[in-house]
Every structure is written in C-alpha cells, then in structure tokens.
C-alpha cells in the first residue's frame, strides 16, 4: 500500500470515528437537556427521558424519599462524649 492509500484509509477512519464521537455526544446531550435525540435527518430516535411517576401522577422518587423518612437504620458514627487516650 503506497502513502497516498494509507492517508486515505486513515482520513477515512479518522472522519468514522469523529461522525460516532459527535453522535454519541449528541445523544448525551440531548438526555442531560431533555430533548429528543435525532438523527441527521431529523427524525426523532428516542422520546426525551421523563420523570417516574405513577397512575395518579406522583413522582415516585419523591414519595419513596418521604416514605424512607425518618429512617430506621441507626447512625453509622455516633459521638459518646468521652476522650480516649
């Protein structure tokens, strides 16, 4: 393979590489803002990412959080009052 094929074959794998780069960083972007994620003609590939809720349009998370209040697991470090040593 002569230098010219090779610069040919590398800008070729170079650009591959750069288009999925900026595809996967496209679709980052998108899920962080909450837009739908398109294609290059536009035509939306995934719904935007919503909030779980439920029937009665609770956001679940939310009501978890509540319900685990105040937790009944005992505190990992507590302080006695007393100085060793």
Request: net charge negative.
């Amino acid at each position: 393979m002569d230098t010219q094929a090779r610069n040919e074959q590398g800008n070729t794998l170079i650009g591959d590489v750069l288009a999925r780069v900026k595809h996967d960083v496209s679709g980052l972007l998108s899920a962080v803002l909450g837009r739908p994620r398109r294609d290059r003609s536009g035509i939306v590939l995934d719904p935007p990412l919503s909030e779980p809720t439920n029937a009665r349009g609770e956001d679940v998370v939310e009501q978890a959080s509540e319900d685990s209040f105040p937790s009944s697991d005992l505190p990992a470090w507590t302080s006695t009052g007393t100085k060793h040593g």
